[in-house]
């Protein structure tokens, strides 16, 4: 039935950010034609949270160690966006791409699927 997902980043500078997914996370890709990139994203979990405001959705990487992530990052010239914060499922930070979008950055502490 269902077999992955595609996440689309509505983004002011697709180059960039385009870049920044290839040179500072590392991740794998496929040249669709003409310089547009797809990339290979880790693997994914899909949350439904309750909202009182409008519906919407987030993207939010994880890893296993939020500082050590955060401390790589930063040294590569990532800017964080949002201090880190503890809420009872993980530690959640957010930092920004170059196109303008924000990214989430979390280390869960939940059961993993």
């Known amino acids: 039935m269902i ?3 595609h996440v689309v980043v509505h983004t002011r500078d697709a ?8 040179d500072v996370l590392g991740w794998p890709y496929a040249d669709a034609g003409h310089g547009w990139l797809i990339f290979a ?4 979990e899909v949350a439904c949270h309750p ?14 160690d939020l500082d050590a992530t955060i401390a790589e990052l930063t040294s590569k010239g990532v800017e ?17 791409l170059p196109g303008g ?13």
């Not at 180059?15 to 290839?22: C, I, K, P, S, T």
């Not at 964080?80 to 930092?95: H, K, L």
């Open 80 to 96: 964080f966006t949002r201090p880190v914060q503890e809420p009872r499922w993980g530690r959640v930070t957010a930092f920004s």
């Open 101 to 113: 979008g924000e990214l989430g950055l979390y280390e869960p502490r939940h059961p993993r699927p």
């Open 15 to 22: 180059e960039a950010d385009r870049a920044f997914l290839r």
């Open 51 to 64: 909202s009182e405001g409008e519906p919407a959705l987030e993207l939010m990487l994880m890893c296993d």
């Open 41 to 44: 994203a880790p693997p994914a």
């Open 3 to 5: 077999n992955g997902a």
